[in-house]
């Protein structure tokens, strides 16, 4: 028989496997007049909504042509193996400023990704791009550990 606080806490990790499984989209509902009367739309309440919900920066940057985003946690982890120098080990460092270090680092255009508040930024095509280097760098350094490690058995 299981305790109240274990049961709950088994239902809370299985929430949270559940929920890192997924990618969530959120849906934004804005109250378009104070009065609650039908067919009545007060803009600046709308406009002011849009506003405070990030709506209307996001569409903005869209705009631009930054269809790609990224967090910055999960691009610092994807991507440092394009120049893990750049990222001290051992010392804590910003995801943000961590993002912002490796992507100045990298050869591409630097006009091709922005820095939001919580993401990176990109247009179409750099994050293939982004990508392909990711599998070169990767795909040479198996080599290299391979030969490395067959040196070491044949000696």
């Known amino acids: 028989m299981q305790t109240v606080s274990s049961q ?7 929430l949270m496997t ?9 849906v934004r509902c804005l109250i378009p007049n104070e009065s609650k009367t039908p067919g009545l739309m007060e803009n600046f309440l709308v406009i ?19 269809p790609s985003r990224i967090i910055y946690a999960d691009f610092k982890q994807r991507y440092k193996v394009l120049n893990a120098s750049v990222i001290p080990e051992g010392q804590f460092m910003d995801n ?3 993002s912002e270090k490796l992507l100045g680092s990298i050869d591409v255009n630097h006009e091709d990704y922005k820095f939001g508040h ?15 280097m ?13 030969s490395r490690l067959s040196a070491v058995d044949s000696s």
């Open 134 to 146: 990711r599998d070169e760098k990767l795909a040479s350094l198996v080599s290299w550990s391979w």
């Open 8 to 14: 709950f806490r088994e239902n809370l990790h299985k």
């Open 48 to 66: 002011h909504q849009l506003r405070c919900n990030g709506v209307l920066e996001g569409i903005r940057i869209c705009r631009k042509g930054f």
């Open 96 to 98: 943000k400023k961590a």
């Open 18 to 26: 559940n929920l890192r499984s997924t990618h969530p989209h959120f």
């Open 118 to 132: 919580t993401k990176v930024f990109f247009k179409a095509g750099l994050l293939g791009v982004l990508e392909e």
